[in-house]
Nanobody, 122 residues
């Protein structure tokens, strides 16, 4: 089973940018579709974005569409989430996930990272 580790979280002012990384090990990440999810304080974990195996297709939650970009570099076994125009409501723990199909449903993903905190101040 692929192992995932997120990095790149931190504190940023509203309007700023961050890039999250998700490094995969134990198995080639090219064998998996990828997803990003987030859990805001006191809320359930929500879908953010997904990407297919080759990186040719992606899908976004309406709340982040036009501001966030998911991408992957299979040669580096890494997936990314570029977050621009950040808002305080983007504050959450962000998780990356790997599965066999790119989907909005977290139950379809087999492997998860430990999460990285993103805090956006107003």
């Amino acid at each position: 089973q692929v192992q995932l580790v997120e990095s790149g979280g931190g504190l940023v002012q509203a309007g700023g940018s961050l890039r999250l990384s998700c490094a995969a090990s134990r198995h080639p990440f090219s064998s998996y579709a990828g997803g990003w999810f987030r859990r805001a304080p006191g809320k359930e974990r929500d879908f953010v974005a997904s990407i297919n195996l080759s990186g040719s297709s992606s899908y976004y939650a309406d709340s982040v569409k036009g501001r966030f970009t998911i991408s992957r570099d299979n040669a580096k076994n890494t997936m990314y989430l570029q977050m621009n125009s950040l808002k305080p409501e983007d504050t959450a723990v962000y998780y990356c996930a790997a599965g066999f199909i790119p989907t909005t449903s977290e139950t379809a993903y087999r492997s998860w990272g430990q999460g990285t905190q993103v805090t956006v101040s107003s």
